[in-house]
């Protein structure tokens, strides 16, 4: 019996050894490397599979193309570009040391593409004592640049309404009306003594043109505070212990948008033929501006000119100023 026993465990053992090389085989086979095909399928599913680096959305070409999303969507609504909000919603705060490469490329783009470029938006002005007291504790004014808005560097002849349409405000029509309505009241404020009106004569002048309550487009009070909104103008508040001052002055986006030379045309399409001979020295007078100089040929030619003779057939002032130069 036990010599049975042993048979029957030799020959049970010996089935064993014979189903493990078979398995270990069918495990090998299982693990054996791939063919030279395969592994070439299997590298172009992973290519096709895999998202190309330059299509990420923290890659440095797409934060390009947000930034010229953002400018142009911000300039639809009449909004300064800020550089926190660059860094907030396009960069982010991890990527803030390649701001400056990221504007270049994005002002690229702007320029080849759109026709545009971003203008930097002057500081705001401190005019109140409040304003002015707050700046002498700042130890120093912040020297980069915080607000662009989008300038159009079109030809003259490509500056239309097909090609330049009009932005949120509404149809051509009120876009013209709305432009209108700014540059007359920015020019008023920019003629003014120190660049500033009181509130009492801005009412005045558009009650002269019949706008004093309503502009045709909104009440006057609610195209003022969309004027605010957008840049054009901001008042200043000055307050005493008996009385309240307000003033009207330019804001950054009129000081860029319309500027001394839109103010400039304005003025002599008002005057239109009957201008006088001295407008343009007047104007610039008006806008603290340098006043131009007359070329020295041209100068030379109107001092030679006689202004009257006197009787006593002596030389006029001109001809004595224009003598002595000769000399």
């Known amino acids: 019996m036990p010599s049975a026993a042993r048979r029957r465990r030799t020959v049970q053992e010996d089935d064993e050894s014979e189903e493990e090389p078979t398995q270990s085989t069918q495990r090998n086979r299982r693990r054996a490397p791939p063919s030279d095909d395969e592994s070439d399928e299997s590298a172009q599913d992973s290519d096709e599979e895999m998202p ?28 300064p570009i800020r550089r926190t909000g660059i860094t907030e919603k396009v960069i982010g705060k991890q990527r803030g040391n390649n701001f400056r490469r990221i504007f270049a490329a994005a002002q690229d783009q702007l320029r080849i593409k759109f026709g545009m470029e971003l203008m930097e938006l002057p500081i705001k002005e401190k005019v109140t004592m409040k304003e002015k007291r707050a700046a002498l504790k700042t130890k120093g004014g912040s020297k980069t640049t915080t607000a662009w808005i989008l300038t159009t560097i079109l030809p003259p002849e490509y500056r239309s309404a097909d090609i330049m349409p009009p932005s949120i405000i509404g149809s051509p029509d009120e876009e013209a009306a709305y432009m209108g309505i700014c540059s007359v009241i920015v020019s008023l404020i920019s003629l003014s003594t120190g660049g500033e009106l009181p509130e009492h004569k801005l009412m005045n002048y558009l009650e002269r043109f019949n706008s004093g309550k309503n502009t045709g487009l909104d009440t006057t009070a609610n195209m003022l505070a969309r004027m605010i909104k957008h840049g054009y103008i901001y008042k200043s508040t000055e307050k005493s212990a008996d009385d309240e001052t307000v003033h009207w002055r330019v804001g950054p986006r009129g000081k860029v948008e319309i500027g001394n030379n839109g103010i400039q045309d304005l003025v002599r399409q008002v005057y239109g033929d009957g201008a006088p001979d001295d407008l343009d020295k007047r104007i610039q007078r008006s806008l603290g501006m340098e006043v131009r100089k007359v070329p020295r040929e041209n100068r030379e030619v109107e001092e030679e000119a006689p202004a009257e003779e006197p009787e006593n057939g002596e030389p006029g002032p001109s001809r004595r100023a224009s003598g002595r130069r000769r000399q």
């Open 52 to 79: 190309d680096a330059d299509a990420e959305p923290n890659s440095e070409d797409q934060l390009v193309k947000k930034l010229v999303r953002y400018a142009l969507a911000c300039e639809y609504q009449r909004l």
